[in-house]
């Protein structure tokens, strides 16, 4: 096989690993929660791409000059192999590092949540720049809360304001975040141990949360609690 047949070959595979790792690199974004602001996923894909065809144009070079077949089909076939294997590989790994939920669940987990005030404490009514909540996790994105604000109530001078969020990760240090003008732009974490809502049906005791930025004296929000409890969703067309 002549240089300037390798060299062809290699060009072709370096345009086809191009666009493969493209193609991957445009799927992984979402496995691995590339950030999309100022462009910076499309630019990530854009680099991810030609790094996959400067490696397919090196590697595909290497193993059809050296590969050590000497036969034009079988070094072809080598080559290809040794150029998108890796790329795929590649592939594989952002795809296992995507977000799944818990493990047993059947794919569907809502939990409910009740936030509680102290007694005597202003309302929760508002919008969501007024008090807001989402969930997030160890290297997870973050998850809005849908809090009912049609369902608030009082009971025994407390102020309980229910909400919920389907549960789609399974990553370690799970807490809900409650955060708002209602807190003085400051956010108070709560962890989600998993036998907190591990039996289905089953509410938590009421928990603490751990405050973080400037709470006082503008806020009682150090003195907020939250309970959680695990209701199974039923599969879609049961």
Do not use: C
């Not at 050296?66 to 079988?74: K, Q």
């Not at 049609?150 to 240090?173: K, N, V």
């Amino acid at each position: 096989m002549s240089w300037t047949f390798s060299i062809l070959v290699a060009l072709a595979l370096a345009v086809a690993g191009t666009l493969f790792g493209g193609l991957l690199a445009s799927r992984a974004v979402g496995w691995l929660r590339i950030s999309g602001r100022e462009g910076y996923s499309g630019y990530w894909i854009v680099f991810m791409a030609l790094l996959a065809g400067l490696y397919s144009l090196i590697a595909g070079l290497l193993m059809l000059r050296y590969g050590g077949a000497g036969e034009a089909l079988p070094a072809i076939l080598a080559a290809a192999a040794v150029v998108f294997g890796p790329i795929a590989l590649a592939g594989l790994l952002a795809w296992l590092q995507r977000e799944r939920p818990p493990a047993g669940s059947g794919g569907a987990v809502l939990l409910e949540f009740e936030i509680r005030t102290p007694p005597g404490a202003a309302t929760l009514a508002g919008e969501s720049e007024v008090f807001h909540a989402y969930l997030t996790a160890n290297k997870a994105s973050m998850q809005p809360v849908v809090l009912e604000q049609a369902r608030l109530r009082q009971e025994e001078g407390r102020w309980l304001l229910p909400g919920s969020a389907p549960l789609h990760t399974r990553r370690p240090g799970l807490y809900l975040v409650l955060g708002g003008t209602r807190l003085n732009q400051a956010s108070i974490y709560f962890f989600l141990q998993g036998e907190l809502w591990a039996t289905p049906g089953a509410w938590s005791q009421w928990m603490g949360g751990s405050p973080s930025g400037d709470l006082s004296p503008a806020t009682d929000g150090v003195d907020f609690e939250m309970r959680v409890r695990r209701r199974a969703v039923p599969p879609a067309g049961a």
